[in-house]
């Protein structure tokens, strides 16, 4: 019921204020078109190959957990929840330890393009991994000491039996989660567009809400903002850390056949994010 009230207001303001919606709309075209599609796509068609090909091979399983971390919010979760099958961390901790922003978005993106200092991009980059790792060691921890007994494998969604080609497969899989990605992306920067108008509040605290729903767009809100660095970045930081509702939402459909949780994860980054902020925060202090 209250998910059929809060489309019902979206749908009237999209009707009242069809310029701003077109507007969000357009934004997160452009951000798919320039940025996730271009960033993601090469990585997206790899880790699926290594998973069509890996079978029981632990080298190919590997090798697309490296990629996943590397290439950006949502691929380390698809890996984590399609092929970890255990180690040194629970699957709980390696689902917030891969999910990552990409580095070419931290130094690119957000170093260059929006703060013009791509050393921000890389101090904030390796804040995030910091935060993720440490996050990821006491949930281990914690999981080890709460259950006597390993955490359970991750399942796997099994495909229903094709007669399509090994390729056909690849590339299907492949275009399906860029579509899904997208269209989360759509959806929020749509509602962003709309938080971005509200007039009560003041700039920073829609940056702050903006960043609840989508991080790019909160980063492009934020970075022109005159603060003081000491406060800029770590709140850049923080928010790329936890990533949003957009992002949770990509994460969620990535998980789904598995055992993990979303509710989990959105707790986990957030503990992520506070370190995150507060290792940039550090950085920033020592360096001044």
């Known amino acids: ?20 919606s077109g507007e969000g709309v357009r934004r997160g075209l452009s951000l798919s078109f320039t940025q996730v599609i271009p960033s993601l796509y090469p990585f997206i068609l790899l880790t699926t190959l290594f998973k069509a090909l890996s079978h029981d091979s632990r080298y190919a399983r590997r090798l697309s957990l490296f990629a996943g971390f590397l290439s950006g919010y949502p691929l380390g979760a698809k890996v984590v929840a399609e092929q970890y099958d255990g180690g040194l961390f629970t699957p ?26 791509p050393v921000y991009g890389l101090q904030m980059y390796a804040a995030i991994l910091t935060g993720n790792l440490l996050t990821g060691i006491l949930i281990s921890c914690f999981s080890s000491r709460k ?23 690849v590339f299907q899989d492949t275009f399906e989660t860029v579509v ?33 729903l989508e991080m790019t767009a909160a980063v492009e809100f934020l970075a022109p903002m005159d603060l003081p660095p000491a406060l ?20 969620r459909s990535m998980i789904v056949h598995s055992h993990l949780s979303i509710k989990k994860y959105m707790t986990d980054k957030a503990i992520a994010s506070a370190i995150a902020s507060s290792i940039m925060y550090m950085l920033l202090h020592y360096m001044i």
């Open 1 to 20: 019921m209250i998910l059929m009230l809060i489309c019902l207001f979206f749908f009237f303001l999209c009707l009242l204020f069809p310029e701003i």
């Open 92 to 117: 709980r901790a390696m689902l917030v330890i891969c999910n990552n922003p990409s580095p070419a978005y931290m130094l690119s993106f957000v170093g260059l393009e929006s703060l013009g200092r």
């Open 147 to 169: 259950q006597s007994r390993p955490a359970p494998t991750v399942l796997r969604a099994q495909s229903a039996p094709s007669k399509m080609s090994l390729t056909d497969r």
């Open 180 to 212: 899904r990605i997208c269209g989360y992306i759509l959806a929020a920067a749509a509602a962003a567009a709309f938080i971005r108008r509200i007039p009560i509040f003041p700039p920073l605290i829609r940056a702050v809400l903006t960043g609840c």
């Open 232 to 251: 800029k970045l770590p709140l850049i930081t923080g928010i790329i850390s936890f990533g949003g509702l957009s992002v949770f939402a990509q994460t």
